[in-house]
């Protein structure tokens, strides 16, 4: 690196410059930097650019770094995974489950140096141990393209989380999604990450679901919290906190004010742990999305959890699957939205349990006032064969008969839902739209279907991609599969008969009629 840039660029018989080869691992790294130094001499020569020559340019750097990559791997003795090599120039590497082992992961690091076009890479499951995560956080002092990371299952323990926590206390790269997970840390671990998470402010996503933390690791978490100004989203699943754990943990929350998406699920925090954090959802302003299933909560803890959405103004989603609760604290969860004028929520996750029809029309008088609620239940018992057949209307054809009447496309329809007239949607929004809107009345099961067809995100609906843009005649492909022909509609309904028994044949017959 200590060669000279030529003052006569063009001079023709000047040898051409090349690094100094190294036989040692450690300087690879600055063969990198050589590399990229010879590169950018090449268009100074130049007198004028086409796009020719800047293609010429690309595939020349391409070049360099594909020769570094081999050359890394020859002084690594590992065999070169060709799938690195050509997608080097894309923005998205998956090399999950390759084997590459640290030496692997070492000349993947050092081609990585210079590299400006990949943003996100994939290497869960592949036996990094702490020498090759340490390459890859090394490189990432240099690459500042680089944004996401996913070392996930690779038995990282105890050495690999120092390493890790090292990086994250320096805040100096661009990485701003980190996946963890399944690394066998444990809580010794949870202290080292915790530490370093207090004060890094570059970490917006953090994944550490898998890994074997348990109160104490709670604890630790819940002091992070409470001092961390960077995360948006924290998955903490399928960890082993209970009520210890869990209470430190949401006395965090109470002080955070930037944690949005929050994953719980597969702990064990119980009906106090549930108390706990209905106090959270009482004061915390901030949190949109919490996943609490399979927690172990009864309910006892839904009537505290319950309490504490009756002040919230910030939750949208709250999943709370296989819950050991019943349709009484199904009622009291959407009662206390409706007690709360300002709540925002949109979808109540509890699809393990079985509801009535008395719940349906409490359900409808929250709707009323937050149109934008969906609740998914598991299903309605005791429902009337009339009813059950009405649910199972496909709110397509329904748009698409109000579409023919007035001669418009289906898009136009959807169109005019959105206040902007964008062809994308919030899904809240939509529901909320679709729910006030009185041209085409349509029951919650049949907004929710709706949503299924329209999904484009998981949070959002795009009218751009659906049929819905098809002028006003009908085509086979607005509806859904199963109603692709007359024998096949015929075929559903005889299931829909069969399943809600005697007395419902002469609504069948008016469907098959249409």
Not at 200 to 228: P, R, V
Not at 274 to 293: C, F, H, K, P, Q
Not at 473 to 485: A, E, I, K, T, V
Request: with cysteine; aromatic share 6%.
């Amino acid at each position: 690196m200590d060669n000279d840039e030529p003052l006569e660029p063009e001079t023709k018989d000047e040898p051409e410059t090349k690094p100094t080869p190294q036989n040692s691992d450690e300087t690879l790294y600055c063969e990198a930097e050589a590399s990229v130094a010879v590169e950018k001499e090449k268009p100074a020569r130049e007198s004028s650019e086409t796009d020719l020559e800047i293609e010429d340019t690309e595939k020349f750097f391409t070049t360099r770094q594909n020769e570094l990559y081999l050359e890394a791997c020859r002084l690594m003795s590992v065999v070169p995974v060709s799938y690195f090599l050509r997608n080097m120039e894309e923005s998205y590497m998956n090399l999950n489950h390759h084997g590459l082992g640290p030496n692997g992961t070492k000349a993947i690091a050092i081609a990585l140096v210079s590299n400006t076009s990949v943003v996100t890479l994939e290497l869960a499951d592949n036996g990094l141990m702490e020498e090759g995560i340490l390459s890859l956080l090394e490189m990432l002092q240099e690459n500042y393209y680089l944004q996401e990371l996913n070392v996930s299952d690779n038995d990282l323990g105890f050495k690999g989380a120092k390493i890790i926590s090292e990086f994250l206390q320096r805040n100096t790269s661009s990485l701003w999604n980190l996946q963890l997970s399944g690394n066998n840390f444990r809580d010794e671990s949870a202290e080292l990450l915790c530490q370093a998470l207090a004060a890094n402010y570059q970490i917006k996503t953090l994944d550490l679901s898998h890994n074997q933390f348990s109160d104490k690791g709670g604890e630790y978490m819940g002091q992070m919290l409470a001092l961390n100004v960077g995360l948006k989203s924290l998955d903490l699943s399928w960890n082993h906190f209970y009520i210890r754990g869990a209470v430190a943990l949401c006395n965090g929350l109470r002080a955070n004010g930037t944690l949005q998406k929050l994953d719980l699920s597969m702990n064990g925090f119980g009906n106090e742990g549930a108390t706990a954090l209905g106090e959270v959802l009482r004061l915390n302003s901030s949190l949109v999305y919490l996943d609490i299933s399979i927690n172990d909560i009864s309910n006892e803890g839904i009537s505290k959890i319950s309490k504490g959405l009756e002040f919230n103004e910030s939750l949208k989603v709250l999943k709370l699957f296989l819950n050991p609760m019943s349709m009484d604290g199904a009622v009291l969860l959407i009662l206390s939205i409706k007690r709360n004028p300002k709540s925002k929520m949109e979808e109540i996750d509890i699809s393990n349990v079985l509801v009535s029809e008395q719940f349906l029309k409490i359900l409808d008088g929250v709707c009323a006032i937050h149109p934008q609620l969906d609740v998914v239940y598991k299903a309605v018992q005791g429902l009337s064969a009339k009813t059950t057949v009405l649910l199972w209307a496909n709110p397509m054809k329904l748009i698409q008969s109000y579409a023919d009447q007035h001669k418009i496309t289906v898009l136009d329809f959807f169109k005019s839902l959105s206040p902007d007239g964008k062809m994308t949607m919030p899904v809240g929004n939509f529901r909320k739209a679709i729910i006030l809107q009185d041209k085409v009345p349509l029951n919650l099961y049949q907004v929710r279907e709706l949503v299924k067809k329209l999904s484009d995100k998981p949070d959002m609906v795009n009218f751009r991609d659906n049929p819905a843009g098809s002028p006003a005649p009908r085509r086979p492909h607005c509806l859904p599969p199963h109603f692709h022909s007359r024998s096949t509609q015929s075929f559903s309904l005889h299931h829909v008969l069969l399943a809600v028994g005697p007395g419902s044949g002469d609504i069948v017959s008016q469907l098959n009629r249409r």
